[in-house]
């Protein structure tokens, strides 16, 4: 009996051993593919900013379904022009800048035109935002621009000391907490939807009012098309900080942060349309009268006692884009110098530099934040006019680098393999078509108002 029992305790002594080798296996397995992720969901948390939070509740606030069709068909024909960005870098191990620089210096001094335009006021918009949760969040009673700058050199400081392994764990950590939360928050949202008032996917009214919003909501929406070069240099800073990145897993990363990026577009329109639309409630167009605004939308669907978890949220999701466009921006400054100081050598003969890059990285976040921080204290009062400036460089130079990024993806310095071909190539090339349409007729808009 003894020996019966013995072989017994034995057998399920070897069972217990199996089940603990599976399941080790199984979170190595979610281990890995947790450390694949990183420049995908550094672009959805640079997408989230100011076009979701913001954007989009608008959109369903105002027109109910009515803007679903834009948001959907914004994200669909920029994918392969974003794509474009992680593919590249994962088949050659070097950024779009690289690509730009093949294919002429003046490709080089364009993107510096675009960046350089938009840089300072990007973060001083996401920098208000910020400003205007933690004010109402943390009932500071400092000025916006007293906490802007606050936040501003923490996230310096942050990126200056940690780099890019800080970055990507802060932001995966902040992004899976705001998705949780949002799906959450949408489907309680949901039966509270009027749908006999919001059931059309075309909006109700057609004035050029309305042509105009939908024009910006999708021009900027996931967000401004130069973000593409930031993924390519993301996934180079992956490379080197031991990511082990492939084309396949590249691919993989960036295709569940933009699915991400459109899931939660839809999501916060939802909301709008379920808890705003039809009342007369409309956003306040200061930092703080939106972010109290927003707090409540939550609260109201949810309950109060979820009024402190989702101003933290919402609060550490605008930080997290906070930084990664203060990381976004220098980062590509960096590289773009380092490329421009090698113009009088052949492209070929033109070399990583490493220690420039971090030299410049730093001068170029103090350079962005100081920028960001002149315009919140001496240029608030024109910044509507600063970001219509911003807007119109971001659509009138998309097209363009949809080209750019496209004919990097079918040059020679990628992998046969990894070109664009079959459906890829004219998925590429309809994006191309549709952005050019787009900006045109923005164009048309712009001198016809």
């Keep these: ?96 800048l690289f690509a730009y620089r093949q294919q002429g210096a003046w490709t080089l001094f364009l993107f510096g035109m675009v960046t350089l335009s938009s840089m300072f006021i990007v973060l001083a918009a996401v920098l208000l935002v910020c400003a205007g949760l933690l004010r109402v969040v943390f009932e500071f009673n400092g000025s916006l621009s007293v906490i802007a700058t606050i936040v501003v050199a923490l996230a310096a400081a942050l990126l200056i000391r940690g780099r890019y392994e800080w970055l990507e764990k802060i932001t995966k950590l902040l992004i899976a907490l705001l998705t949780l939360i949002t799906v959450i928050t949408t489907v309680v949202a949901l039966p509270q939807m009027q749908w006999q008032g919001v059931a059309s996917f075309t909006p109700e009214q057609r004035d050029m009012k309305t042509i105009l919003f939908a024009v910006a909501l999708a021009g900027w929406m996931p967000t401004a098309l130069d973000t593409s070069v930031w993924q390519s240099v993301w996934t180079v800073e992956k490379v080197r900080s031991g990511g082990g990145i492939t ?85 590509v400054c960096a590289k773009w110098m380092v490329i421009v100081s090698q113009l009088k050598l052949p492209a070929r003969e033109q070399k990583d530099d490493i220690n420039a890059e971090q030299r410049w990285y730093v001068r170029f976040i103090i350079i962005e934040a100081f920028g960001a921080l002149c315009i919140i204290y001496f240029w608030l009062s024109s910044f509507k006019t600063l970001i219509d400036l911003a807007a119109t460089v971001s659509f009138l130079s998309a097209p363009i680098l949809a080209v750019l990024n496209h004919r990097a993806m079918i040059s020679r310095a990628v992998p046969s393999q990894h070109r664009l071909s079959g459906r890829d190539f004219y998925l590429s090339v309809f994006s191309v078509l549709c952005l050019a349409i787009f900006s045109l007729g923005y164009l048309f808009l712009l001198v016809s108002r």
């Excluded at 397995?29 to 694949?36: G, L, Q, Y």
């Excluded at 606030?61 to 994918?79: E, N, Q, R, S």
């Excluded at 930092?287 to 409540?296: K, L, R, S």
């Design 247 to 331: 084309p396949q897993t590249s691919r993989r990363d960036f295709n569940i942060g933009y699915v991400l990026t459109a899931v939660l577009a839809l999501c916060f329109m939802l909301i709008g349309a379920s808890i705003m639309h039809g009342s007369q409630t409309s956003f306040s167009a200061t930092a703080t009268g939106f972010a109290t605004q927003f707090i409540d939308i939550y609260a109201t669907t949810l309950g109060e006692w979820s009024r402190p978890v989702i101003g933290v949220t919402a609060f550490a999701v605008i930080l997290s884009t906070v930084i990664t466009v203060l990381d976004g921006f220098p980062r």
């Design 1 to 96: 009996m003894y020996a019966v029992i013995k072989g017994s305790d034995s057998a399920m002594s070897e069972a217990n051993s199996q089940r603990v080798v599976a399941h080790a296996g199984d979170r190595s397995a979610a281990s890995r593919f947790m450390e694949t992720l990183g420049p995908g969901i550094l672009f959805a948390a640079t997408s989230v900013g100011v076009s979701h939070l913001v954007q989009s509740t608008r959109a369903g606030a105002a027109f109910g379904l009515g803007m679903m069709l834009v948001i959907v068909f914004a994200h669909a024909i920029k994918y392969s022009a974003f794509r474009a960005g992680s593919d590249y870098a994962a088949a050659t191990g070097k950024s779009l």
